[in-house]
């Protein structure tokens, strides 16, 4: 039986395995993206690479370990990137609700932050992904309208930015 004691936490330093064992699988099974984790160090760096300046990270876990993650990259300008969000298959849907907790969360701390736009990327085959973000207020824009320091990943063809409320 799955325990829905789900808990959404801040990154802490001992979190990477249970990550990379969460996310690569998904990227490569799933999305067909044919990358491991060596070839995303922010996965095995994420307090220096997402823990600085506004940006931050989380996971969700429950007794099973790590079952979903969001990572928020600050870009400058009150601009952040949305990354690395992800949450395990049995754990999708609105029955356990992983994906709104953590952009629920993420949002809540780009409020207390101040940031005032937030980028991602994803491709354009990702429709559930699609729905998810525009139900939560982000808008599509056209790739030439992101900031010069968002970062780009070759598999993004599609990209949403959310104007955060003052």
Known sequence: MIDSKIRIDRYAQGDEQGIVEMIVPIQREEFGINISAKEQPDLMAIQTFYQTGAGDF?????EDGVIGSIGLKDIGNGEAALRKMFVAAPWRGRKYGVARQLLECLLEAAQRRGLQRIYLGTTANF???????????????????LPASFPLMAVDTRFYVLRCQR
């Open 58 to 62: 989380w996971v969700a876990r429950c």
């Open 127 to 145: 429709l559930a992904a699609h729905r998810f973000y525009e139900k939560h207020g982000f808008e599509l824009v056209e790739k030439n309208a």
